[in-house]
């Protein structure tokens, strides 16, 4: 049963629920559209130290906080249905996130729609995954991660690690992941009315400047189509109240299919990206139990190794 703190802003969510898109709708107001959620987020805890940088042509900023390990790191995409978005918008979730695994984190600012469409996002992040390894960061201390938009991407990204033959990271774990733009999944109908983040006009339109003619079931666009052999661990977490609730039992099964360990785990009562609300108790169990998960995953930091990743 979901905590009365939940249900309490759902109802006050459900006052501020983004307007309907369409064809016509231009691209600044679906990126308005798209910062309701991100607003939300709340402040970025005290403790994070934040540094823009870049790893080679994918800009980003290292997100730390005071229990980062320096022998932990985690690959984040950001959400915003590939057309929104950024690591500033979404940096309060990457704290938490990291301060839950005791990581730092690499924020991407991979390139959006549609100014840049598919498959550019999936470009930049193999490209970020190719530098962080020309580092000398071990693939083994490494998870991809990712919200909406971005943890699909993470999965793609993923797949095509995999299929360019290089070393995988340790996990991969995702939030409300977007991961079929085809829209076929019965929980985008089912919930259109309980969601109070999306609409399916949103998320159909974004996919269009997104994919431009590539077919919506490619496997690198919507990885719920995807072969997951050889993938490593994975966790996913959802809502049951979302649209994309079915985007993230469909991961399991792909995992599940491949007989990769994953968890998924989808939460009564709780709407897209819950993890970003401070005030709700099942965001602080998700991050938690996110957290644990990426450090049982990933090898304990000594205090001789050398801080790769600050490098």
Known sequence: MPSWQSAFFTRVSHMAKPQATDAVTDIAELRRQYSYLSDRFGPVPRDAVVEPTALGPVKGEWV?????SPGRLILYFHGGGYISGSPE???????KLAHAAEASAFSAAYRLAPEYAFPAAVRDGIDAYRQL???GIAPQSMVLGGNGAGGGLAFSVLLAIRNAGLPMPAAC??????????LSGWSVLQNAKTDMA???ELLFVSARHYLKRTNPSDQYASPAFASFKDFPPIMVHAGSLEMLRDDASRLGDRAADAGVPVSVEIYDGMQHVFQANAHVPEARVSLQRLGQFIRSRTPVAREDEPVAARR
């Open 173 to 182: 774990v995702a939030m409300s992941p977007w991961a079929d733009l085809s």
């Open 89 to 95: 918008s979404h940096r309060p979730l990457v704290a």
């Open 64 to 68: 730390r906080t005071g229990a980062s």
């Open 133 to 135: 390894l020309g580092r």
């Open 198 to 200: 999306q609409s399916w």
